[in-house]
């Protein structure tokens, strides 16, 4: 069983920035792609970045490139998602997921099998 905790979210100007940590339990975190998505209210959940387990190869929405970067420490279990220049439209609870594989890393929620509960993200003008 993997848990994952999301933490890092808060109320934020736009234009600023914040840091969200997905912390995970258990060995096995570190051997598979990760994610984070985003579901604001009213609209579906969506995929914001994604990583293989090594690292390599992020991806991104593209309403976030350029200004989201993931990253992991395998180390620590910790999958992070560094968020600049914060848009009103980023405003969403965030949830980190752990993916089925581990070098393949995809858009869709149905890749990911473990969820964290969600940190909320304000963005306010």
């Known amino acids: 069983q993997v848990q994952l905790v999301e933490s890092g979210g808060g109320l934020v100007q736009a234009g600023g920035s914040l840091r969200l940590s997905c912390a995970a339990s258990?060995?096995?975190?570190?051997?598979?792609?990760a994610g984070w998505f985003r579901q604001a209210p009213g609209k579906e959940r969506e995929f914001v970045a994604g990583?293989?387990?090594?690292?390599?190869?992020?991806l991104y929405a593209d309403s976030v490139k350029g200004r989201f970067t993931i990253s992991r420490d395998n180390a620590r279990n910790t999958v992070y998602l560094q968020m600049n220049s914060l848009k009103l439209e980023d405003t969403a609870v965030y949830y980190c997921?752990?993916?089925?594989?581990?070098?393949?890393?995809?858009?869709?929620?149905?890749?990911?099998?473990?969820w964290g509960q969600g940190t909320q993200v304000t963005v306010s003008s």
């Open positions: 997921a752990r993916g089925h594989t581990s070098v393949f890393v995809l858009a869709t929620a149905t890749a990911y099998d473990y």
């Open positions: 258990g060995r096995t975190f570190s051997d598979y792609s």
């Open positions: 990583m293989s387990w090594s690292g390599s190869a992020p």
